[in-house]
């Protein structure tokens, strides 16, 4: 009897849930088993050999790892941003890329809400304050936060995680501005959402949250000009991606008082070195990219990245691909 050989995958890390184990019935799987990613020249090793991998935003695959991998057919990211992947690279050598749209959409709204609440009022350095031993008495002047409730709330990029986080907004009596690609009619039917542009949106947002892609468009979208721009005392608040950014003009908003305060999930670079001025300023928030971590959603963008990736494996274009003309 001829045995069937089964492709060969590897995994850049642990992922929650049953996906990987349902993985590992259908392929011959290698999994990375340690807390940091591989290593550059470990993962382009392993990709060598392998027609599938299912990596996470760490992993850069790029057209000098894909030179090195002829037998590579799939690449499954475990986000539903891509950036880390080199999709025109990709393309070219018939190489499927699949993510995860939808499945963080909520959990990632709720995040980027926790800390536009965080931040307003100062729960990080309100908890940090009483561990300190510092809190004496009540004091009607101690540690005064900005009111969330009927604040103009301006969203960049109106997508799905947009659209949430606006819906959220609207519970908060809070007056919804967004700039985006083009109007969403029906966000603003749904919630009383205004499209404006750029420069309106900076100069009357009280706080500003990114809903973007990395794309080279977006990159450091909020620099010195947008920091100038926007409303005396406003908040920042990233959850889309670090280099969204400009951190050296953040920091300098942030210790010139012309920005109010920073909550960011996602940094350049990414985690924060420890000497990073952001690090040390009492009004910034700061989490290490966590908007998506709760148990029911990572586990869901696992399963999805092992749908996407047996798909393509088997020839099949995968439910979530950003390159469909490769099964053209």
Request: glycine share 10%; hydrophobic share 45%; proline share 7%.
């Amino acid at each position: 009897m001829t045995r069937t050989v089964r492709p060969r995958v590897f995994v850049t890390r642990q992922l929650p849930g049953e996906a990987l184990g349902r993985l590992g019935e259908r392929v011959d799987l290698r999994v990375w088993e340690e807390e940091l990613p591989p290593s550059r020249d470990r993962l382009m090793e392993e990709a060598a050999g392998a027609e599938g991998l299912v990596t996470l935003l760490t992993d850069r695959v790029d057209a000098r790892l894909l030179a090195l991998a002829p037998g590579l057919r799939a690449v499954s990211n475990v986000a539903v941003g891509y950036d880390n992947i080199d999709v025109a690279a990709c393309t070219r050598q018939r190489v499927a890329v699949g993510n995860t749209p939808g499945a963080l959409t909520e959990t990632s709204a709720d995040f980027a809400f926790a800390l536009i609440l965080g931040l307003a009022r100062r729960v990080a350095e309100a908890d940090a304050y009483v561990r300190a031993g510092k809190w004496r008495t009540w004091s009607p002047t101690l540690l005064l936060g900005t009111d969330v409730y009927g604040a103009t709330l301006g969203i960049v990029g109106a997508g799905g995680i947009g659209a949430a986080v606006a819906r959220r907004a609207r519970g908060f009596g809070m007056r919804i501005l967004y700039t985006s690609r083009e109007p969403k009619p029906a966000l603003e039917a749904e919630v009383g959402a205004r499209w404006v542009d750029k420069a309106t949106l900076l100069a009357q947002a009280d706080i500003l949250s990114l809903h973007v892609p990395l794309t080279p468009q977006t990159r450091h979208w909020v620099g010195r000009e947008e920091l100038r721009e926007m409303k005396p005392g406003a908040l920042l608040v990233n959850t889309s991606r670090g280099g969204v950014v400009d951190p050296e003009a953040l920091v300098e908003a942030l210790r010139g008082g012309r920005l109010g305060g920073a909550a960011l999930d996602v940094t350049e670079p990414e985690p924060l070195p420890v000497d990073s001025p952001l690090m040390t300023l009492p009004n910034v928030l700061l989490a290490p990219h966590i908007a998506s971590a709760s148990h029911a959603t990572r586990g869901r963008m696992a399963s999805m990245a092992v749908d996407n990736l047996l798909a393509a494996l088997e020839g099949r274009r995968p439910p979530h691909c950003v390159n469909p003309e490769v099964f053209a």
